[in-house]
């Protein structure tokens, strides 16, 4: 199975949004998807003849990168689907109701996800649903690969990378996250919601 970069050209002309930005994030992100699919044939190439009891440095250095190619290409389909919204989040939807129940109010769930976004450092923002309880966490990650939570459903993804912001907004992180809640798709996040 090969992956595909997903076309987001449909994403231009976001506003708060430059075209540039967004053209030198897709492309990022395609690098992911075609270093995914080069390290899985290299790993497919490999494991003819694999020693179980004595893998490789180099099979073992594959299969760590693996985590964060795979995750850069996943969590940036997340980020862009989740993104290219023109209308407010409705207060009627579940998604509102379970914001509500669980963090107090949907103004207390929206500062919790913008103050973990506006924390020092590269990475991602994911509101998480855990699988197993419906309960929903705003989480900080590092790095692609490491900070998920196992059994964890993402919702609503922003990429908090410099490359997702700078460009426009240099070191004002801030007008980043208004612009992306000015251009979330709040439907998509909801159809994630189980």
Not at 86 to 107: D, I
Not at 110 to 130: K, S
């Amino acid at each position: 199975m090969v992956y595909e970069a997903k076309n987001y050209s449909k994403l231009l002309g976001m506003p708060g949004f430059s075209d540039g930005l967004l053209n030198n994030h897709f492309s990022l992100y395609q690098g992911y998807v075609k270093n995914t699919n080069a390290i899985l044939e290299q790993l497919a190439d490999m494991a003819q003849g694999l020693k179980p009891d004595a893998p490789s440095p180099q099979y073992a250095e594959l299969k760590r990168r693996m985590g964060w190619e795979f995750n850069g290409l996943r969590l940036h389909e997340y980020y862009f689907d989740n993104l290219g919204g023109t209308e407010p989040m409705s207060k009627s939807t579940r998604l509102v109701e379970v914001f509500t129940a669980q963090f107090g109010s949907l103004e207390a769930w929206e500062a919790d996800f913008r103050a973990t976004g506006a924390m020092r450092g590269i990475g991602w923002v994911v509101l998480y649903q855990d699988d197993i309880t419906g309960r929903l966490f705003n989480q900080w990650i590092n790095e692609h690969d490491v900070g998920h939570w196992a059994g964890c459903r993402p919702i609503l993804i922003m990429d908090v990378f410099e490359h997702a912001y700078m460009m426009d907004y240099g070191i004002k992180k801030l007008g980043y996250i208004d612009a992306f809640f000015k251009n979330a798709n709040w439907a998509v996040a909801e159809s994630r919601l189980r």
